[in-house]
C-alpha cells in the first residue's frame, strides 16, 4: 500500500460531506495533515469531521458565491495559518432529457460546477501566491466529457469546461510554483443505498461492459488525489487524469475475438489455408 506524509501540510477538501471528498479528508488527516473540509450539508461534514476533532476543522459554505469561497478559503488560514493543497471535488450532477432540461437548473449545475471550481481557484491561488511557495490545486471532471450520455447535457458540457479553465489556470499559476491539475473519475461506487430501482437496473447492464467489470471506489479515486498533491508529481501541471477502469477507451470484450472478413484473408493468410 502507497503512504504519503503530509505532516506541516493544510488541505482544503470541498464536496466533504460524503463520497470520495469525504474520503480524501480522512487520508489527508491519517497522513498527518490539518484539513478544512467545506460542504452545504452540514449533517454529512459533521459525519465526516467527527473522527478528526483535532486536524479537521469544518466550514458550512456554498462554492459558487464569492462569499462562500472566500469563505473557505479563509478559514483554513484563520484556523491553521496556512494553505497548501486544494482540492475542488465539490458538484452536482442532475440530469434530465435535453428537451426537458430546465434553465435554472442547468445554470445551477454551472454555478456549483464552473464557477465553484474558478473561484476557489482562484482564491487558493491568490493565498498560495502571498505565501510564496507554491502548492497545490486539484479539480475535478468526468468521464463522461468524453463520451455522450442521454440525461447528461448539463453536467458534461460544465465538466469539459472545468477541463478547458484548468488548462489555461494551469498555465497562468506556473510562474509562482502552483501546480494544478484535474482528476476525471469513471463510475465511482458512490451511489445511494440502495439504490432506486431505476439506477440499479441501468447499473445492472453498464457494469459488466466495463473493461474491469466493476465501478471504482472512492479510495482509488483519493489515492490520485494524494500523488498529485505530493512531492511525487513535481513536474506534473496541466494534465487530466483519468480513474475510470478503462471505460474510456472501451468495453470488456464479451466472447473470443475472431476475425470473419474475408476482405482480409490475403493479409492474414487465410486465404492459402
Avoid at 487524469?241 to 475472431?258: A, C, E, K, L, N
Amino acid at each position: 500500500m502507497v503512504t504519503y506524509d503530509f505532516k506541516g501540510q493544510v488541505a482544503i477538501v470541498t464536496g466533504a460531506a460524503r463520497g470520495v471528498g469525504r474520503t480524501i479528508v480522512n487520508g489527508f488527516a491519517a497522513a498527518g495533515a490539518r484539513v478544512l473540509a467545506a460542504d452545504r450539508d452540514e449533517a454529512g461534514l459533521r459525519d465526516t469531521c467527527r473522527p478528526h476533532e483535532k486536524s479537521v476543522r469544518a466550514v458550512v459554505a456554498d462554492i459558487s458565491s464569492p462569499q462562500g469561497a472566500g469563505a473557505i478559503t479563509g478559514a483554513a488560514v484563520e484556523h491553521f495559518g496556512q494553505l497548501d493543497i486544494c482540492v475542488n471535488d465539490a458538484a452536482v450532477a442532475p440530469h434530465a432529457s435535453l428537451l426537458d432540461e430546465r434553465v435554472e437548473v442547468w445554470d445551477k449545475v454551472y454555478a456549483v460546477n464552473c464557477r465553484g471550481t474558478f473561484l476557489m481557484t482562484q482564491c487558493a491561488a491568490r493565498i498560495m501566491i502571498k505565501q510564496g511557495r507554491g502548492g497545490r490545486i486539484i479539480n475535478f471532471s468526468s468521464g463522461v466529457t468524453r463520451r455522450g450520455s442521454p440525461g447528461a447535457a448539463a453536467y458534461a458540457s460544465s465538466r469539459a469546461a472545468v477541463e478547458s479553465f484548468s488548462r489555461v489556470a494551469a498555465i497562468e499559476l506556473a510562474p509562482y510554483n502552483i501546480l494544478l491539475n484535474t482528476v476525471s473519475p469513471g463510475l465511482i461506487d458512490t451511489q445511494p443505498k440502495p439504490l432506486p430501482s431505476g439506477m440499479a437496473a441501468r447499473l445492472g447492464s453498464r457494469i459488466p461492459t466495463l473493461p474491469l467489470a466493476r465501478p471504482g471506489t472512492p479510495e482509488e479515486v483519493a489515492n490520485l488525489v494524494f500523488w498529485l498533491s505530493s512531492s511525487a508529481s513535481s513536474y506534473v501541471t496541466g494534465a487530466v487524469y483519468t480513474v475510470d477502469g478503462g471505460s474510456g477507451v472501451g468495453t470488456r470484450p464479451s466472447g473470443q475475438i475472431v476475425d470473419d472478413d474475408v476482405r482480409y484473408d490475403w493479409v492474414t493468410g487465410k486465404a492459402s489455408q
